[in-house]
């Protein structure tokens, strides 16, 4: 596993929530009754797309998560990049401005 990329198990975890919503959503859809009558398949079907509103929130805050942490990830690989030496202030550089006693 590399640090800082999104895992293969995270990446199915936000698809698999996803694909949950849309078929909790279509459920609901195909559910909802066409006459009075059958108004306990409109209370079911209320509750199943109710359901996969909360999916779908669930998976965006997931993404949401996995983007701050990639984010952060990058801000601290960022520090921890070595310092370069600048070519301006080297001895040679210093010693031929007559800024050093060498």
Known sequence: MTPGKTTFGAILKVNGKLLLAFILGGLAWLVW???PEWWGFG???IIVGMAALRT???AL????KLYAREKEFAAF???L???TPSEMADKDALKAAGMTDE
């Open 43 to 45: 209370v079911f079907s």
């Open 56 to 58: 779908s929130i669930d």
């Open 33 to 35: 009754p066409s006459k």
């Open 77 to 79: 690989t960022e520090l």
């Open 61 to 64: 805050i997931t993404i949401a």
């Open 81 to 83: 990049k070595p310092v």
